[in-house]
T-cell receptor
Framework: DQQVKQNSPSLSVQEGRISILNCDYT??????FLWYKKYPAEGPTFLIS?????DKNEDGRFTVFLNKSAKHLSLHIVPSQPGDSAVYFC????????????FGTGTSLTVIP | DVKVTQSSRYLVKRTGEKVFLECVQD?????MFWYRQDPGLGLRLIYF???????EKGDIPEGYSVSREKKERFSLILESASTNQTSMYLC???????????FGDGTRLSIL
């Protein structure tokens, strides 16, 4: 059963606008969350993380929001750029149960120039 | 710069063959991982290793085994390849448990 879900397989956004990618999880023990970005023919690269003790983490144009009560996190990209076009994966782990991260199915973002 | 290198980008094998996928990292990381990525299923963990000669099963270990004889190298073995093992295989490493992982560029394996 998928513990981390990304319900939108794809998203298209105009350059300069905000991109919002969503991720839901079912396991209330998850306390650390990551976003990865993946270009075609390359492996995923780490983008940004958030711990459950926070509800927001920001790094330049990228902000991740965490809503623990809703078991939901989102990645905001502002402003979106054509180079942001990629597949984005969210991942979650429960630190007290070991090393394993559970990944969502990915959202393909296209930023239209 | 951090580097995880997978030995092959593309591989075609036949049903029943024993297949070896190799992964090397140059970061002196303790932890290494093998995932497979399939459409609609995301990344699923096959096996991981905390240290040399140590291994742990992930979510989908059936039909696979692993070998970690040296810290920098983690091999995935398909004992008897089957068509349902056609997939993209990704190797990753991390410096310690529970932190983000560095990924290789993947091996696209086709089993005919």
């Amino acid at each position: 059963d998928q513990q981390v879900k990304q319900n939108s397989p794809s998203l298209s956004v105009q350059e300069g606008r905000i991109s919002i990618l969503n991720c839901d999880y079912t396991n209330s023990m998850f306390d650390y969350f990551l976003w990865y970005k993946k270009y075609p023919a390359e492996g995923p690269t780490f983008l940004i993380s958030i711990s459950s003790i926070k509800d927001k983490n920001e790094d330049g144009r990228f902000t991740v929001f965490l809503n623990k009560s809703a078991k939901h996190l989102s990645l905001h990209i502002v402003p979106s750029q054509p180079g942001d076009s990629a597949v984005y994966f969210c991942a979650a782990s429960a630190r007290n149960t070991g090393n394993q991260f559970y990944f969502g199915t990915g959202t393909s973002l296209t930023v239209i120039p | 710069d951090v580097k995880v290198t997978q030995s092959s980008r593309y591989l075609v094998k036949r049903t029943g063959e024993k297949v070896f996928l190799e992964c090397v990292q140059d970061m002196d990381h303790e932890n290494m991982f093998w995932y497979r990525q399939d459409p609609g299923l995301g990344l699923r963990l096959i096996y991981f290793s905390y240290d040399v000669k140590m291994k742990e099963k992930g979510d989908i270990p059936e039909g696979y085994s692993v070998s970690r004889e040296k810290k920098e190298r983690f091999s995935l073995i398909l004992e008897s390849a089957s068509t349902n093992q056609t997939s993209m295989y990704l190797c990753a490493s991390s410096s310690r448990p529970g932190v983000f992982q560095h990924f290789g560029d993947g091996t696209r394996l086709s089993i005919l």
